[in-house]
């Protein structure tokens, strides 16, 4: 069983900067693709960002691209997002998820991770 737990939400005002991070306890590979999705109220959860396990690829959604990044350590085990130059549309409960591996699903769908963590709060005030 794999656990992940989310850290470093909160609030911030709009073009601040935040950075979350993501731990991995439990049977873990490093050798999986790991991504960040978010949902705002009332709206459906959509990708965020995704992550190689080489680190070598990312991925992001046109909305966040050249403000966040997202990167990662295999050695221990957490995946990072960092966040710039938020708006207050980046309001979201934000989760991450581990154990993607390439195949008949895509790393922005929510159902092609193995794990998703509970996710934390992100409030970017205008």
């Known amino acids: 069983q794999v656990q992940l737990v989310e850290s470093g939400g909160g609030l911030v005002q709009a073009g601040g900067s935040l950075r979350l991070s993501c731990a991995a306890s439990?049977?873990?590979?490093?050798?999986?693709?790991k991504g960040w999705f978010r949902q705002a109220p009332g709206k459906e959860r959509e990708f965020v960002a995704a992550?190689?396990?080489?680190?070598?690829?990312?991925y992001y959604a046109d909305s966040v691209k050249g403000r966040f990044t997202i990167s990662r350590d295999n050695a221990k085990n957490t995946v990072n997002l960092q966040m710039n130059s938020l708006k207050p549309e980046d309001t979201a409960v934000y989760f991450c998820?581990?154990?993607?591996?390439?195949?008949?699903?895509?790393?922005?769908?929510?159902?092609?991770?193995?794990?998703r963590g509970q996710g934390t709060q992100v409030t970017v005030s205008s």
């Open positions: 998820a581990a154990g993607y591996y390439p195949g008949s699903a895509f790393y922005y769908e929510w159902d092609a991770y193995d794990y």
């Open positions: 992550i190689s396990w080489s680190s070598v690829n990312t």
């Open positions: 439990g049977r873990t590979s490093s050798r999986d693709g």
